[in-house]
């Protein structure tokens, strides 16, 4: 912890600095971008997160959006400090909030799609002057969509037809395997992907990714949580869970997503009941 060149550093971190002797490193699950571990001291547990891998993300402006939506009582870790190691990876030092949700039901569903609303909801001028990029959408979720046109011609045309707007904070990968749970408390981890886009996109592709990792019933209850909120149309998050469809099946060749014994058999049942898919020829 010492080691690190901290960039900005938390009133917090410069007490843990000042005062703990020890730090525990206990080695976490890590993705396939950083390593992570939760670091253990007298006073508090916290989280460090080192890009150490191929990519380098922007850690200043995830630091930056965390420290927004948290001090305005959203649902994410608590930013403690950024910086680099001494190879020059960047590191993030985030509160502790606990293990990936083990079991989902109605209320947890309930939570999680509020929670989600709630991040799009954060008003711009409380991002305090910096701004969030505005990616071409096709290019960012997509990767190698021109080497597949069977792929690329219907979502071209599903994405005209969706009119995306890019004004609202997004996720960009808001799913279970995202979200902490700490005696009954929700917590959003990842924010890689975090941009300027359209909540639709990022509700659809949340459903998505429920109705293929969980259940189909599940992903039913929790599109309703979003359209009771009189804020989206069940025939609109449709067209948006067609987008987001296409996107798991670019993934599932190209980038191998999970894939359990029922996975491909959930994707082709989406393809056949979203009105937008089912009449297309995509082998999955």
């Known amino acids: 912890m010492r080691e690190i060149n901290w960039v900005e550093k938390s009133e917090a971190l410069e007490l ?9 490193v206990i080695p ?72 990936p949700v083990q079991n989902i039901d109605q209320l947890k569903l309930l939570k999680l799609a509020k929670i989600l609303m709630d991040i799009h909801k954060l008003p711009l001028e409380r991002l305090n002057g910096f701004n969030l990029p505005r990616y071409d959408f096709i290019s960012y979720f997509y990767p190698r969509i021109e080497e597949f046109p069977d792929i690329q011609q219907p979502l071209m045309e599903l ?14 990968d808001y799913h279970l395997g995202n979200i902490l749970e700490n005696e009954n408390e929700l917590t959003v981890i990842d924010w890689t ?19 293929i990792y969980v259940r189909e019933k599940r992903a039913s209850f929790y599109r309703a949580a979003f359209c009771a909120e009189n804020r989206f149309e069940a025939d609109e998050l449709e067209l948006f869970e067609a987008i987001a469809c296409l996107r798991w099946i670019l993934l599932n060749r190209v980038d191998h997503p999970p894939v359990r ?12 009941s979203n009105k937008y898919l089912h009449s297309l020829l995509i082998e999955v």
């Open 28 to 99: 976490l699950d890590s993705g396939l971008e950083a390593e992570v571990a939760k670091i253990v001291t007298s006073t508090a547990d916290c989280v460090l997160k080192v890009w150490n891998r191929a990519s380098k993300p922007d850690v200043q402006m995830q630091y930056q959006i965390l420290n927004a939506l948290h001090s305005h009582g959203r649902a994410v870790s608590k930013p403690l400090g950024w910086g680099t190691d001494r190879e020059g990876n960047p590191v993030m030092l985030t509160s502790y909030d606990g293990r």
């Open 193 to 211: 992907n975090v941009q300027m886009g359209d909540p639709r996109y990022d509700i659809g592709w949340s459903i998505i990714l429920m109705w």
């Open 261 to 272: 014994n029922d996975t491909i058999a959930r994707v082709r049942s989406i393809l056949n």
């Open 16 to 24: 843990l600095l000042q005062h703990e002797t020890t730090f525990q």
């Open 159 to 172: 994405v005209l037809r969706a009119s995306m707007e890019q004004e609202y904070v997004i996720h960009g």
